[in-house]
């Protein structure tokens, strides 16, 4: 079994940085890492350059389009509601001019 760390090495106070033996340093040489952030990755650049120049102004439509949308959905919502609550009022109005509701008391 290949140990990295010798024994007591493995637990440091956190406010201390690790100190690599010569024996650490040549297994972990040995190992090969990615740099998986896309914006600091070669390749990623490389292949960024080779996109063409596009403006965004196809997401700005769609941007506009959510905006009115749900711009024009809460007007009609509103108007809806209001014109129910204007109905129902006028029936209620109407159900108390039948009922003589108002002569009773």
Known sequence: MLRCMSQ???FESVYTNHRYTPRELSILAGHDSFDYLPGHSTVYQQW?????????????????????TVG????LLQQIIHLISHVKWQRAQQLIQVSNVSQLG
Not at 50 to 67: E, H, K
Not at 72 to 75: E, R, S, T
């Open 72 to 75: 024009l959905l809460g007007f």
């Open 48 to 68: 960024l350059q080779r996109q063409p120049a596009r403006l965004d102004w196809d997401r700005w439509v769609v941007m506009a389009l959510i905006g009115v």
């Open 8 to 10: 007591g090495r493995d």
